[in-house]
């Protein structure tokens, strides 16, 4: 039997701390119904859902981390409403990763694309090394901000769509899975730039490669093609990433080589 894909979905916020405010609107409460609402969604289309807390209750950052890292989920998704200093000043959606080039850039690609076809303004990808649960949750991680609590557009937007920008969510993790599945796997991706480290007739070898790019914080695979084992350290969308992480990899000694499929 196939293993089922599973999530672990933070709500942001609870309890005692209600994250950001505007008027009568908290943002514990906004994360709480969406996430219930991604879960359901995610039910549906058969992948295992878990949440680091179902009711109004506050866990710590590092807490929420390790509930992820105890979990048996493949999957961090944590859930946000954003704000700034000035109400009213900004909108869309913003989704937070620990670093670049690895499973979680290709995660937050994809809820980024299917919120953006919902009709939310796509704020793009940033880095965020510091924040605690990107930092130490050992899984793909993302965070996403939906929309400004302190723009009334968003919020109407937020309301009327709740549903729709759930199953956007949804469905960017469910094609996170597939991707990932086909990295497994072995398999070429159409329109992907392929960091390549090494070609090795002896599957050992090509084993052992990827097995040390892994433990170096690498998301290596391997793929086998007219009688060759090629180790791949990373596939990418955007060129530019692909590019800064063969840079990285060149640090470290690695004769690599981009490669587009």
Same mark, same amino acid.
């Given at each position: 039997?196939?293993?089922?894909?599973?999530?672990?979905? +933070?709500?942001?916020?609870?309890g005692s701390d209600p994250g950001a405010v505007y008027g009568n609107r908290r943002e514990k409460d906004d994360t709480l119904a969406l996430s219930?609402?991604?879960?359901?969604?995610?039910?549906?289309?058969?992948?295992?859902?878990?949440?680091?807390?179902?009711?109004?209750?506050?866990?710590?950052?590092?807490?929420?981390? =390790?509930?992820?890292?105890?979990?048996?989920a493949d999957l961090f998704l944590s859930i946000h409403r954003n704000a700034m200093a000035v109400p009213g000043s900004a909108s869309g959606t913003l989704s937070l990763i620990f670093g670049r080039g690895g499973d979680a850039e290709t995660f937050a690609e994809n809820i980024n694309k299917k919120l953006a076809a919902v009709g939310w303004n796509d704020l793009g990808i940033s880095e965020r090394p510091n924040l605690?649960?990107?930092?130490?949750?050992?899984l793909p991680a993302v965070l996403v901000e939906v929309g400004f609590i302190d723009n009334e557009k968003d919020? +109407? /937007?937020?309301?009327?769509?709740?549903?729709?920008?759930?199953?956007?969510?949804?469905?960017?993790?469910?094609?996170?899975?597939?991707?990932?599945?086909?990295?497994?796997?072995?398999?070429?991706?159409?329109? /992907?730039?392929?960091?390549?480290?090494?070609?090795?007739?002896?599957?050992?070898?090509?084993?052992?490669?990827?097995?040390?790019?892994?433990? =170096?914080?690498?998301?290596?695979?391997?793929? /086998?093609?007219?009688g060759l084992y090629y180790v791949r350290a990373g596939a990418f969308r955007n060129m530019e990433n692909a590019v800064r992480q063969e840079q990285e990899l060149r640090k470290l000694g690695y004769p690599t080589l981009l490669v587009k499929t």
């Open positions: 039997m196939a293993k089922q894909n599973s999530v672990i979905i +933070d709500p942001g916020h609870g219930y609402d991604i879960g359901n969604a995610l039910e549906r289309r058969g992948v295992r859902v878990e949440y680091t807390r179902v009711g109004d209750v506050y866990n710590s950052p590092y807490e929420k981390a =390790q509930i992820g890292n105890s979990s048996t605690v649960v990107l930092r130490d949750t050992a919020n +109407d /937007f937020f309301d009327e769509n709740m549903s729709r920008t759930a199953d956007a969510i949804a469905d960017g993790i469910v094609q996170t899975f597939a991707e990932l599945e086909k990295q497994t796997a072995g398999e070429e991706m159409p329109g /992907f730039y392929m960091v390549q480290t090494g070609i090795y007739r002896v599957r050992a070898n090509a084993e052992r490669e990827m097995e040390h790019l892994k433990s =170096q914080g690498f998301p290596a695979f391997m793929t /086998f093609k007219d």
